[in-house]
């Protein structure tokens, strides 16, 4: 099981975070939709075949949980913009 940690950029409050363990729920809520799934072999095993999130960066290794679970994150374009500064 994974937790997904999705990073946007706020007008008021800068970069917020949130964690779910439905993305497909959150996209749902959100406006946002599930594009595919991550094909790329030579990123991490746990990277491999999670949900691609239109209009966002990822998914990307987030690290692990305290309980070990791994992390699977997106960034929208702003935040993506101002950590890669």
Do not use: K, N
């Amino acid at each position: 099981m994974a937790i997904f940690e999705i990073v946007t950029m706020t007008d008021d409050h800068g970069m917020s975070r949130v964690h779910t363990d439905d993305l497909t729920a959150w996209a749902e809520d959100m406006g946002t939709e599930i594009t595919g799934t991550e094909t790329r072999t030579r990123l991490r095993p746990e990277l491999q075949g999670q949900p691609i999130l239109s209009g966002f960066v990822g998914p990307c290794w987030g690290g692990r949980s305290d309980a070990g679970e791994p992390i699977i994150r997106y960034e929208d374009s702003g935040t993506y913009a101002a950590l890669s500064q």
